[in-house]
């Protein structure tokens, strides 16, 4: 499409079963009761003119530009602020209103620079637009009275400007932060002509404020106060490209603004399901990375990781990858050889891989980052419910009446998601949060949990099981529907078990050291206020008890009866953008696309007729037990796309002494990563913005991804790369575009037996399962019943950890993510995101530090008994006495030096989230990061192409 | 592979599975093992003493190898 600003209807949309009919302009229109006179005109082709009005925000009546006259009714009512009546007449444009109208834009331009034709917002300016609509020719004040043009511009934060000179003080943006964000970092500083727009206190500027730069005050700004940095050098965009974010599980939609192959600015779309308009700091503005000159653009190659890379063609490097992937096949088997898809590359790049895996190598050792993130939940949900996957869209929270969150910390993880969460929130809703920390939601502006269970580290599945104590023994459940969707007998069993005394909050207390009273009164609010929606995320699977801790919420779940309509439900918060998608494709040793057991003859030969090739039979190999088996020499070769498994898998120095074992590593990235210091082949990737495909975010919602710029690795795209490796094996591979991959994936995917590219063009997504049973998708799974028939009760009980503080290794560590950062920081590092977080910090009680001797900002080693390494410590009461927190986006620190090899028990998730460590003060870096740093340095050397 | 690793895997899936009652868990435990892990695991948790296996694991075990 060309360039077009999006629509704004001025005011929000009102839902009602009420429809109104009224005459505006001599037109009849027909609207939703509750609908503003404003919307009303706008939804019949009307326009009115407007400064302070925009439909991301409640109305505000104070730019007093959208008057109207009402037959019958007295003045001229501001159309934003006045509901629609039946019968009402309406007129927009009068002699009288003209004149009004032309009265308050004098006023306003009377206090503006006149400088627009050079003005940033120059052709793309509300106020502008405004002036010629009302036909302003001259200011009768003159500019030589009070004004505030003189005013200072506001540069700190990375990615726009404020400047106050050109601002009318309309308080969109103050709305926005309020409304949309949730934030409340904007106020309006003093009264009458000294109002002015302030970030956070006096002396506070945008970064040092509380604001968390997520641009809904940019977007909502109708002047060029609030102006991306961006536009202001490169001038307005010429093209828009609706396309899906390729940060976190939430899958924003977002318009991609163009100038030819340049990116100016990612604007989130208001048509968008996924996040309706609103953005976070990483999707808006931490493009950046996607040009960096860290990426690496040609093929390299190398035959032993102690030597430098050479450049190389395409040709040759795809030939000497199926040279050694054929040779250590034809030497030492299929099951020597294996690869890990990527939960950032579509939906149609993961099936390539997996693909390639399963009927080129001949192997099932494919796997996927969702291995240590959410396999728990794939796992748990099946079983209970039958399907891998959430229950719940988005929308369906502002339905909840209680929330309870557990392992999650959705303001830094799913921010966009988190602030539809506070929006509801704020309008009454009741939250419980488990979580050791004292996450930001717990208390934050106009929000408070009535329930923060600080847990143990470790304890998840003792808590639930408490609940579920008191739910049982205090006849909360609901039995009516446990009766009708359940297994009763399985019921039975469950709520017997955890109607043990052993099991009471009380007995308990010793182990999960949360107050029985407290967990109580969590339970209580659970089962009896109204609808419960359980959000949970890593803090969940990332335990050795991941899977039962999944288990335990969904009997939960099913034991009050919230599952299946709106407002309830299971929802786990998918970390990557495509981390459901790539679970769905088939990304797992164990089963073909669908969630089909490997095993299953029928599926299985489904696979091989289409492919026409026959697959193995056994489940292939999991990460760990790949690194495992690379040690043991019966693994040789892996296909890393779009992963870095040195720094975000657990216990580093084991991963490395994988990687080194094998003769073949091929890493398929943007970016020479860590896992790139033990490789023999890279080939260089294409960013989101290079690319055609699909995303499935956490609601399974599948979403076009579509390219803006072509790719800068000399012009493929990642499944074209995949599909290069396959006919350089072999393989005779013919797709001609990614369309035609989901073509596949329909024809042997029955959930997604509906979906096409052609159809997300043109209804712009859908939630699977799409097929015969439900061909418009599935926006709330299980309304009619499970997915497996009846919802199955599995018995969870609390088995603690093997991994044991004691007198070496007395403090508990859990590790996590920040706002501004993103995983591994592959991406967010290589932006100015590193304004917010430039390094990993260590959390410490100030009890704990106090102990240690420790002051904020203090170098400290931090040791497990895998390894050590050092960073900062900031001392804080957000964490309990006796538990640490730290982050790892920073290679420099790589907190995974520290972390074990325990995993959850069905899935080998890894336990990343306790890990016994010790504290202690550290004048330098550790042994390993210098070890470490100097052979990062010396395997990333790079030898030019000769030059013929 | 690494027999250790492998036994703490199976010993773990055990423990895990332990609350459903012996006969259930030696069910359960033994159909995870053949559902999610590979020939070559299989293999060398088959060719081991089996010494450092749970009762409930050794169960399972056995009945893998049968």
Same mark, same amino acid.
């Given at each position: 499409?060309?360039?077009?600003?999006?629509?704004?209807?001025?005011?929000?949309?009102?839902?009602?079963?009420?429809?109104?009919?009224?005459?505006?302009?001599?037109?009849?229109?027909?609207?939703?009761?509750?609908?503003?006179?404003?919307?009303?005109?706008?939804?019949?082709?009307?326009?009115?003119?407007?400064?302070?009005?925009?439909?991301?925000?409640?109305?505000?009546?104070?730019?007093?530009?959208?008057?109207?006259?009402?037959?019958?009714?007295?003045?001229?009512?501001?159309?934003?602020?006045?509901?629609?009546?039946?019968?009402?007449?309406?007129?927009?444009?009068?002699?009288?209103?003209?004149?009004?109208?032309?009265?308050?834009?004098?006023?306003?331009?009377?206090?503006?620079?006149?400088?627009?034709?050079?003005?940033?917002?120059?052709?793309?300016?509300?106020?502008?637009?405004?002036?010629?609509?009302?036909?302003?020719?001259?200011?009768?004040?003159?500019?030589?009275?009070? *004004?505030?043009?003189?005013?200072?511009?506001?540069?700190?934060?990375?990615?726009?400007?404020?400047?106050?000179?050109?601002?009318?003080?309309?308080?969109?943006?103050?709305?926005?932060?309020?409304?949309?964000?949730?934030?409340?970092?904007?106020?309006?500083?003093?009264?009458?002509?000294?109002?002015?727009?302030?970030?956070?206190?006096?002396?506070?500027?945008?970064?040092?404020?509380?604001?968390?730069?997520?641009?809904?005050?940019?977007?909502?700004?109708?002047?060029?106060?609030?102006?991306?940095?961006?536009?202001?050098?490169?001038?307005?965009?010429?093209?828009?490209?609706?396309?899906?974010?390729?940060?976190?599980?939430?899958?924003?939609?977002?318009?991609?603004?163009?100038?030819?192959?340049?990116?100016?600015?990612?604007?989130?779309?208001?048509?968008?399901?996924?996040?309706?308009?609103?953005?976070?700091?990483?999707?808006?503005?931490? /493009?950046?990375?996607?040009?960096?000159?860290?990426?690496?653009?040609?093929?390299?190659?190398?035959?032993?990781?102690?030597? $430098?890379?050479?450049?190389?063609?395409?040709?040759?490097?795809?030939?000497?990858?199926?040279?050694?992937?054929?040779?250590?096949?034809?030497?030492?088997?299929?099951?020597?050889?294996?690869?890990?898809?990527?939960?950032?590359?579509?939906?149609?790049?993961? /099936?390539?891989?997996?693909?390639?895996?399963?009927?080129?190598?001949?192997?099932?050792?494919?796997?996927?980052?969702?291995?240590?993130?959410?396999?728990? =939940?794939?796992?748990?949900?099946?079983?209970?419910?039958?399907?891998?996957?959430?229950?719940?869209?988005?929308?369906?929270?502002?339905?909840?009446?209680?929330?309870?969150?557990?392992?999650?910390?959705?303001?830094?993880?799913?921010?966009?998601?988190?602030?539809?969460?506070?929006?509801?929130?704020?309008?009454?809703?009741?939250?419980?949060?488990?979580?050791?920390?004292?996450?930001? +939601?717990?208390?934050?502006?106009?929000?408070?949990?009535?329930?923060?269970?600080?847990?143990?580290?470790?304890?998840?599945?003792?808590?639930?099981?408490?609940?579920?104590?008191?739910?049982?023994?205090?006849?909360?459940?609901?039995?009516?529907?446990?009766?009708?969707?359940?297994?009763?007998?399985?019921?039975?069993? /469950?709520?017997?078990?955890?109607?043990?005394?052993?099991?009471?909050?009380?007995?308990?207390?010793?182990?999960?050291?949360?107050?029985?009273?407290?967990?109580?009164?969590?339970?209580?609010?659970?089962?009896?206020?109204?609808?419960?929606?359980?959000?949970?995320?890593?803090?969940?699977?990332?335990?050795?008890?991941?899977?039962?801790?999944?288990?335990?919420?969904? *009997?939960?779940?099913?034991?009050?009866?919230?599952?299946?309509?709106?407002?309830?439900?299971?929802?786990?918060?998918?970390?990557?953008?495509?981390?459901?998608?790539?679970?769905?494709?088939?990304?797992?040793?164990?089963?073909?696309?669908?969630?089909?057991?490997?095993?299953?003859?029928?599926?299985?030969?489904?696979?091989?007729?289409?492919?026409?090739?026959?697959?193995?039979?056994?489940?292939?190999?999991?990460?760990?037990?790949?690194?495992?088996?690379?040690?043991?020499?019966?693994?040789?070769?892996?296909?890393?796309?779009?992963?870095?498994?040195?720094?975000?898998?657990?216990?580093?120095?084991?991963?490395?002494?994988?990687?080194?074992?094998?003769?073949?590593?091929?890493?398929?990235?943007?970016?020479?990563?860590?896992?790139? &210091?033990?490789?023999?082949?890279?080939?260089?990737?294409?960013?989101?913005?290079?690319?055609?495909?699909?995303?499935?975010?956490?609601?399974?919602?599948?979403?076009?991804?579509?390219?803006?710029?072509?790719?800068?690795?000399?012009?493929?795209?990642?499944?074209?790369?995949?599909?290069? +490796?396959?006919?350089?094996?072999?393989?005779?591979?013919?797709?001609?575009?990614?369309?035609?991959?989901?073509?596949?994936?329909?024809?042997?995917? $029955?959930?997604?037996?509906?979906?096409?590219?052609?159809?997300?063009?043109?209804?712009?997504?859908?939630?699977?399962?799409?097929?015969?049973?439900?061909?418009?998708?599935?926006?709330?799974?299980?309304?009619?019943?499970?997915?497996?028939?009846?919802?199955?009760?599995?018995?969870?009980?609390?088995?603690?950890?093997?991994?044991?503080?004691?007198?070496?290794?007395?403090?508990?560590?859990?590790?996590?993510?920040?706002?501004?950062?993103? &995983?591994?920081?592959?991406?967010?590092?290589?932006?100015? *995101?590193?304004?917010?977080?430039?390094?990993?910090?260590?959390?410490?009680?100030?009890?704990?530090?106090?102990?240690?001797?420790?002051?904020?900002?203090?170098?400290?080693?931090?040791?497990?008994?895998?390894?050590?390494?050092?960073?900062?410590?900031?001392?804080?009461?957000?964490?309990?006495?006796?538990?640490?927190?730290?982050?790892?986006?920073?290679?420099?620190?790589?907190?995974?030096?520290?972390?074990?090899?325990?995993?959850?028990?069905?899935? &080998?998730?890894?336990?990343?989230?306790?890990?016994?460590?010790?504290?202690?003060?550290?004048?330098?870096?550790?042994?390993?990061?210098?070890?470490?740093?100097?052979?990062?340095?010396?395997?990333?050397?790079? =030898? $030019?192409?000769?030059?013929? | 592979?690494?027999?250790?690793?492998?036994?703490?895997?199976?010993?773990?899936?055990?423990?895990?599975?332990?609350?459903?009652?012996? @006969?259930? @868990?030696?069910? @359960?435990?033994?159909?995870?093992?053949?559902?999610?892990?590979?020939?070559?695991?299989?293999?060398?948790?088959?060719?081991?003493?089996?010494?450092?296996?749970?009762?409930?694991?050794?169960?399972?075990?056995?009945?893998?190898?049968?």
């Amino acid at each position: 499409m060309g360039y077009e600003p999006q629509t704004d209807f001025g005011t929000p949309e009102v839902l009602s079963d009420v429809a109104v009919t009224l005459t505006i302009d001599g037109r009849q229109v027909t609207v939703p009761a509750g609908t503003s006179v404003m919307r009303a005109a706008g939804s019949c082709g009307g326009s009115l003119p407007s400064l302070c009005a925009t439909d991301s925000v409640e109305a505000f009546g104070s730019c007093r530009m959208c008057l109207v006259e009402i037959e019958g009714a007295r003045g001229l009512p501001a159309s934003c602020t006045t509901p629609v009546a039946e019968g009402m007449v309406v007129h927009t444009q009068t002699e009288r209103l003209a004149r009004v109208r032309k009265g308050v834009m004098e006023l306003y331009i009377s206090d503006h620079p006149l400088d627009c034709l050079t003005c940033s917002a120059n052709n793309d300016c509300e106020l502008q637009d405004t002036a010629a609509e009302v036909g302003l020719r001259d200011v009768r004040y003159g500019y030589d009275g009070a *004004n505030h043009l003189g005013a200072a511009i506001d540069s700190s934060n990375p990615y726009f400007d404020f400047d106050p000179s050109k601002c009318i003080a309309c308080s969109r943006c103050v709305r926005a932060c309020d409304e949309v964000q949730g934030t409340l970092a904007l106020t309006i500083d003093g009264r009458g002509f000294a109002s002015k727009v302030s970030a956070g206190q006096a002396g506070d500027n945008f970064l040092s404020s509380e604001c968390v730069s997520c641009g809904a005050c940019v977007a909502a700004c109708p002047t060029a106060t609030l102006q991306e940095k961006a536009v202001k050098e490169l001038g307005k965009p010429e093209r828009a490209v609706i396309t899906t974010c390729a940060y976190c599980g939430v899958g924003c939609t977002f318009r991609a603004e163009m100038k030819g192959e340049q990116l100016v600015r990612m604007v989130p779309w208001k048509d968008g399901k996924a996040n309706r308009g609103h953005s976070c700091v990483k999707g808006r503005f931490a /493009w950046g990375y996607a040009n960096h000159q860290d990426r690496i653009l040609s093929p390299m190659i190398r035959d032993s990781i102690e030597n $430098p890379w050479r450049e190389v063609s395409w040709d040759e490097a795809l030939t000497f990858t199926a040279g050694k992937l054929n040779a250590i096949k034809a030497q030492y088997g299929a099951r020597a050889l294996g690869g890990i898809t990527s939960s950032r590359c579509t939906n149609e790049e993961v /099936w390539l891989v997996q693909k390639l895996i399963r009927s080129g190598f001949g192997s099932n050792n494919v796997d996927t980052c969702a291995r240590v993130c959410h396999s728990p =939940t794939g796992y748990g949900l099946s079983k209970t419910f039958g399907t891998s996957a959430g229950t719940q869209d988005f929308d369906s929270v502002m339905d909840a009446d209680v929330v309870l969150v557990i392992g999650a910390n959705p303001t830094d993880g799913h921010p966009v998601f988190a602030s539809r969460l506070k929006r509801r929130l704020r309008q009454g809703a009741k939250l419980i949060v488990i979580d050791p920390r004292r996450i930001d +939601l717990v208390r934050s502006p106009h929000i408070e949990a009535a329930h923060h269970l600080a847990l143990q580290p470790g304890t998840n599945v003792a808590v639930l099981t408490a609940i579920a104590h008191v739910i049982v023994t205090e006849g909360l459940a609901d039995e009516a529907f446990v009766r009708e969707r359940c297994d009763l007998d399985e019921y039975q069993d /469950w709520a017997r078990f955890v109607s043990d005394q052993r099991h009471s909050p009380e007995a308990l207390e010793a182990v999960t050291r949360v107050p029985a009273a407290e967990l109580r009164a969590a339970a209580r609010l659970y089962a009896t206020g109204g609808n419960g929606a359980i959000y949970y995320g890593l803090g969940v699977t990332e335990h050795s008890q991941g899977s039962s801790t999944v288990i335990a919420i969904a *009997n939960l779940a099913m034991a009050t009866g919230n599952i299946g309509r709106r407002g309830v439900g299971v929802n786990p918060l998918r970390g990557q953008n495509n981390v459901q998608g790539s679970c769905d494709m088939g990304s797992f040793p164990h089963e073909l696309p669908g969630y089909r057991h490997i095993s299953d003859t029928a599926t299985r030969e489904l696979f091989e007729h289409d492919w026409g090739v026959a697959l193995d039979a056994e489940p292939g190999l999991r990460i760990p037990n790949m690194l495992d088996a690379a040690i043991d020499g019966s693994f040789r070769a892996l296909y890393v796309q779009g992963e870095d498994i040195l720094q975000s898998d657990p216990n580093t120095h084991h991963v490395a002494a994988g990687l080194k074992a094998m003769d073949c590593v091929i890493v398929h990235d943007l970016f020479l990563n860590e896992t790139a &210091n033990y490789a023999h082949v890279f080939l260089p990737g294409s960013t989101f913005l290079e690319k055609t495909g699909t995303f499935t975010n956490a609601e399974r919602r599948i979403q076009m991804v579509r390219k803006v710029m072509e790719p800068a690795n000399g012009g493929l795209e990642d499944w074209q790369v995949t599909q290069a +490796l396959a006919n350089a094996m072999g393989l005779g591979w013919t797709y001609s575009d990614a369309g035609e991959i989901m073509d596949e994936i329909a024809r042997l995917t $029955p959930s997604f037996a509906g979906v096409s590219h052609a159809r997300l063009d043109a209804e712009g997504s859908l939630q699977w399962p799409v097929n015969a049973a439900h061909p418009d998708g599935s926006p709330i799974m299980h309304e009619d019943g499970f997915v497996r028939g009846k919802g199955k009760f599995i018995v969870t009980d609390y088995v603690p950890t093997d991994e044991k503080t004691g007198p070496r290794f007395p403090l508990l560590l859990t590790t996590g993510r920040i706002l501004s950062q993103y &995983n591994v920081g592959a991406q967010t590092r290589r932006t100015e *995101n590193t304004v917010w977080h430039p390094e990993d910090l260590l959390e410490m009680h100030p009890t704990d530090a106090e102990n240690r001797g420790l002051n904020d900002g203090d170098w400290v080693r931090l040791t497990s008994r895998t390894g050590e390494t050092t960073l900062r410590v900031t001392v804080t009461d957000r964490v309990a006495p006796g538990v640490v927190y730290t982050t790892f986006h920073h290679p420099a620190t790589q907190a995974n030096v520290v972390t074990t090899e325990f995993s959850d028990w069905a899935t &080998n998730c890894p336990e990343y989230k306790v890990t016994a460590v010790q504290v202690m003060p550290s004048n330098g870096p550790s042994e390993w990061q210098e070890t470490y740093a100097s052979w990062s340095e010396k395997s990333r050397r790079i =030898t $030019p192409v000769a030059a013929e | 592979m690494m027999l250790d690793r492998l036994n703490q895997m199976a010993n773990q899936i055990a423990r895990n599975l332990a609350m459903q009652g012996e @006969a259930k @868990a030696v069910d @359960a435990t033994y159909q995870h093992l053949k559902d999610f892990w590979d020939p070559r695991m299989k293999a060398a948790i088959l060719a081991s003493d089996r010494a450092g296996l749970d009762p409930i694991a050794r169960a399972a075990v056995d009945r893998l190898a049968a």
